[in-house]
């Protein structure tokens, strides 16, 4: 089973509304990020917030973490249209291998003008 | 800024085909991924790579293989293609932070792979 997961899978708002995604994961982390990714593009880091961070803010964008409910989410305030993208939660887990990012399989937000 | 280049955007082989996709960063990051995005499935680690000709399996690393004999560029190969193997490659890379592999990540544009 995966091991991000987000919530809404997809999610249609107006222009100046705010919009909340969640990510939801199942082990222990190093640390949370989120990622955009525009149609056809590559992914594009937003904000990272480490295990012993609740709250962290950049711009337009506010992530909170609470590891209690191994949960996460990403608030985006004052949508605008170029904000339709997917996003993408990604936990630091330990593996095999050593640690590794593992990626959730996305909410995709369109904002209409 | 952090740039990182793949060599082609759009590419269509063959079943049977060798397929080379190139990866380029020029922020002399020690990690480099590869990873395929498929609709539904999301991004799935093929293989990475810490360090120069090391390298290590990711969770799907059947039917390809990497190359890495320069710090800035990390190949994937598909020895022989096949029809399953069509989807959107992804490469990224990142620094090293504390000893870890797990911070930032830097993305190419990705190369949209048909095999017929």
């Known amino acids: 089973s995966q091991q991000g997961e987000e919530d809404p899978q997809a999610l249609s708002i107006q222009e100046g509304e705010n919009a909340t995604m969640n990510c939801s994961y199942k082990?222990?982390?190093?640390?949370l990020q989120w990622y955009r990714q525009n149609s056809g593009r590559g992914l594009v880091h937003l904000i990272l917030i480490r295990s012993n961070e609740r709250e962290k803010h950049s711009g337009r964008l506010r992530v909170t973490l609470d590891t209690s409910k191994k949960s996460s989410s990403l608030l985006i305030t004052a949508s605008r249209a170029a904000d339709t993208a997917s996003y993408f939660c990604?936990?630091?887990?330990?593996?095999?291998?050593?640690?590794?990012?593992?990626f959730g399989k996305g909410t995709t937000l369109s904002v209409s003008s | 800024d952090v740039k990182v280049t793949q060599s082609s955007r759009y590419l269509v082989k063959r079943t049977g085909e060798k397929v080379f996709l190139e990866c380029v960063q020029d922020m002399d990051h020690e990690n480099m991924f590869w990873y395929r995005q498929d609709p539904g499935l999301g991004l799935r680690l093929i293989y990475f790579s810490y360090d120069v000709k090391m390298k290590e399996k990711g969770d799907i690393p059947e039917g390809y293989s990497v190359s890495r004999e320069k710090k800035e560029r990390f190949s994937l190969i598909l020895e022989s293609a096949s029809t399953n193997q069509t989807s959107m490659y992804l490469c990224?890379?990142?620094?090293?932070?504390?000893?870890?592999?797990?911070?930032?990540?830097?993305f190419g544009p990705g190369t949209r792979l048909t095999v017929l």
């Open positions: 990604a936990t630091a887990v330990k593996n095999q291998a050593g640690t590794a990012l593992i």
């Open positions: 990224a890379s990142s620094p090293l932070y504390l000893g870890s592999y797990t911070d930032t990540q830097y």
């Open positions: 082990t222990s982390i190093n640390n």
